[in-house]
């Protein structure tokens, strides 16, 4: 018989958010394909019944839960989702996200509240609501941004909650590594998305983010489904608090 392949998530169950397009939808394809089970979160039932129809090959190992995650009675929705459609809880993706570029004096508080809500709150409060529920050897999973590691104008709200995302990952790590619990993120590049094809539409953008990536090719959301699993999976067993660049080498540039 050969070896079970150790990045293998046959038997785990998974929830990730964002799940309706861009990089969560493409981490739950890659989430399913290694034997997960899957819960697929997001506003939007109509694109998450269409991302769940185009990931389940086995339509038992996957269900769909349409929910404003900034809502107070969210987290505990997803949680019993998950437990009542499959009975456990071991991985937790947050891939939710917003994204509005806006230069520092026009960014209102409406502008900074929404981002921080969608990108540390909720996952803050659905990470909490999920704990409790996740034993040895699971994984918790943000997707955060190299906005989290360095400085973009007109971006410094969006910059503001991915450094937040960043310190949630080690804070966290120091509470819920010895509960078995590991805590890490990736941290993507420019990739292309819904989220950001309006800025990849401008030639002149997309030019100077070439210029700016050593790998000289725009990221797809296949450059980080993988790497997700990969940290969910036994053989990311010894990864805790770290935060896993995806950018082509920008940041090292």
């Not at 046959?10 to 890659?30: D, P, Q």
């Not at 890490?184 to 990739?191: E, F, K, L, T, Y």
């Amino acid at each position: 018989m050969s070896p079970i392949h150790p990045a293998t998530l046959t038997g785990k169950v998974a929830v990730v958010t964002g799940a309706s397009s861009g990089i969560g939808a493409e981490i739950a394809h890659e989430m399913h394909r290694a034997g997960a089970e899957v819960l697929l979160v997001g506003r939007n039932q109509e694109r998450l019944a269409a991302t769940a129809s185009s990931v389940a090959t086995d339509p038992d190992r996957i269900d769909s839960l349409g929910v404003d995650l900034t809502e107070e009675a969210a987290p505990d929705a997803v949680v019993r989702r998950a437990l009542d459609r499959f009975g456990r809880l071991d991985i937790l993706v947050n891939a939710a996200g917003v994204f509005t570029p806006t230069p520092f004096l026009e960014t209102t508080d409406q502008i900074l509240d929404d981002q921080w809500a969608t990108n540390v709150r909720a996952p803050f409060r659905l990470a909490r609501a999920a704990t409790g529920h996740l034993g040895e050897g699971s994984s918790i999973i943000f997707v955060s941004s190299i906005c989290g590691h360095a400085g973009f104008p007109n971006s410094t709200a969006y910059c503001a909650t991915k450094g937040a995302v960043e310190l949630l990952v080690k804070s966290l790590t120091a509470e819920l590594s010895p509960r078995g619990i590991r805590v890490n993120a990736v941290a993507p590049g420019n990739i292309r998305t819904s989220i950001n094809e309006h800025l990849l539409a401008d030639p002149d953008y997309e030019k100077q983010m070439l210029a700016a990536t050593p790998a000289g090719r725009i990221g797809e959301v296949g450059d980080i489904a993988p790497a997700v699993v990969f940290l969910a999976s036994p053989a990311a067993s010894y990864i805790h608090g770290s935060s896993l660049l995806i950018d082509g080498g920008w940041i090292a540039s």
